[in-house]
């Protein structure tokens, strides 16, 4: 009777209801050590999640360095000459050093040194046009001298703007070259006319990339994620739950030394219901809030339709024998149902060595001080065939109802604590390779408890920390 009372007392503890090993099914099923007063839940207040996540930029400069190209050549190398000017012609290979990379604030530095090689040829010219043919081809780059260096780079600053559009700036750093590039036995020094041509190609790459960043448009992806987020989860088999977002947000990025810090976050108002729940597509809203925050505090309502409900208790009590007195009854049935404002009705249906139904009625109260759940203003009726069980019961109602009082006070804590310690391993772990989440639970909270006209109301609060570490990112 004890186990009996306290699935139906504690409808959110079931899974934990006749396992050795209670599961957590969310951080939200919770904790009683704030005192409010009994009333009618109202609405439900806002819930805020906000994860910061910390990345190890070495992982992305790996990956930057697989990704960018390390190779530049002038237009038709190595058979054609690219033509600056009427007097000279050359054409060029660049071979891209290891990628040197600063990122600090919303700014990343990308800086490499370029490897060389060049072959020209010049004529005398007036203006455009040309008195002497071409010379021999000559160059530098080659041979004992070896290639030629040239130091070059780009900074990009990128921002995520409240419609889901990025406002990003690329610059050219100065190309400064290491060595100078002389050709042709009078030692004619070209560095200027290649670092020209350089500085061209280099700026045509930037700009590229820059129009390329400025005309994304990330919303489509986040209403994909808007809608994942409002769409509804099964729990566990014994429930569904519906974060109802009503807020998005992330904070600016911000790079010290070779870590990237942002966090995400979302405001809603999450449900847990035992019937399935419509899911409900909207626009995603624009984002809000760009400064960084962190932690979670979450108000979650769970209505418990009783129909409902009773299907779950008659999972957990299936055909369940107890022993009363020498005498076996089993679990057949159960029923539950509001009998009054405020008061539920519990119906037993048995048989065994007697058949007939257990009606017990009381009224939920939840005393957040004590950190209990009890059901007072107890009572009880029993529908029999044997005449002498049902009036013997009546006979015996002081010593019966004494029985039940004991059964029907809860210490839930222990309960409650077995979940903060379960939720605290599950935020401790590993997403996928080189990702993992670190967080705590802190505080767990049974606020209100309500029996409404069709639907167990039970109003919970969790808080904490959670974070999200990216150390690698090469697989």
């Known amino acids: 009777m004890h186990r009996f009372l306290f699935c139906i007392i504690v409808p959110f503890l079931l899974p934990i209801c006749g396992r050795s090993n209670p599961v957590v099914h969310s951080p939200a099923a919770l904790n009683m050590y704030d005192t409010l007063p009994p009333q009618v839940i109202d609405t439900l207040p806002l819930s805020d999640i906000d994860i910061p996540v910390r990345i190890n930029l070495k992982a992305l400069y790996r990956v930057a360095e697989k990704k960018v190209d390390t190779l530049f050549q002038s237009p038709g190398w190595p058979g054609d000459y690219y033509q600056a000017a ?53 160059g530098c780059g080659y041979g004992a001298e070896g290639v030629r260096r040239v130091d070059m780079g780009f900074t990009t600053q990128l921002t995520l703007r409240p419609n889901y559009t990025v406002q990003a700036k690329v610059t050219r750093f100065p190309t ?39 005309h994304l448009n990330l919303r489509p992806q986040f209403q994909q994620l808007w809608e994942k987020l409002w769409a509804t989860y099964r729990l566990y088999n014994i429930g569904y739950l519906q974060l109802q977002p009503e807020r998005l947000r992330i904070s600016n990025m911000s790079a010290s030394n070779d870590t990237l810090y942002l966090s995400v976050g979302i405001s809603g108002r999450p449900l847990i219901s035992l019937t399935p729940l419509k899911d409900t597509l909207t626009p995603v809203p624009d984002l809000s809030d760009f400064t960084p925050r962190h932690g979670f505090n979450v108000y979650l309502d769970g209505r418990l339709n009783y129909d409902s409900l009773a299907v779950v208790l008659n999972t957990q009590l299936d055909h369940q024998t107890f022993t009363l007195d ?108 080189g990702i993992h989440t670190q967080g705590s639970l802190s505080r767990i909270s049974i606020l209100q408890l309500t029996v409404g006209p069709s639907d167990l109301e039970v109003r919970c609060r969790a808080s904490g920390e959670l974070q999200v570490l990216v150390d690698d990112l090469s697989w």
Not at 95 to 114: D, E, S, V, Y
Not at 192 to 210: E, F, K, P, R, Y
Not at 338 to 348: A, F, M
């Open 86 to 138: 009427c007097d000279t012609r050359y054409m060029y290979r660049l071979r891209r050093g290891r990628l040197r990379i600063l990122a600090q604030g919303n700014t990343m530095q990308m800086k490499f040194t370029g490897y060389y090689q060049i072959k020209a040829s010049t004529r005398l010219c007036t203006g455009s046009t040309p008195y002497t043919p071409w010379t021999p081809p000559c």
């Open 326 to 433: 020498n005498r076996s009854i089993t679990v057949e049935k159960c029923y539950l149902s509001r009998l009054d404002e405020g008061h539920l009705q519990i119906g037993l249906q048995f048989s065994g060595s007697e058949h007939g139904t257990f009606f017990l009625s009381g009224k939920p109260v939840l005393d957040t001080t004590a950190g209990t759940l009890a059901l007072t203003d107890l009572d009880y009726h029993l529908q029999t065939n044997n005449m002498l069980i049902r009036t013997a019961s009546w006979l015996f109602s002081k010593k019966i109802m004494k029985e039940l009082r004991t059964y029907t006070q809860f210490p839930v804590n222990q309960y409650l604590e077995q979940i903060k310690q379960k939720a605290n391993t599950q935020l401790n772990q590993p997403i996928v390779k």
């Open 176 to 214: 400064t070259p290491i060595d100078q590039c002389t050709v042709c036995f009078w030692g004619q020094n070209i560095t200027a006319q290649v670092v020209s041509a350089i500085n061209a190609q280099m700026d045509t790459a930037g700009w590229n990339l820059q129009n390329t960043l400025n």
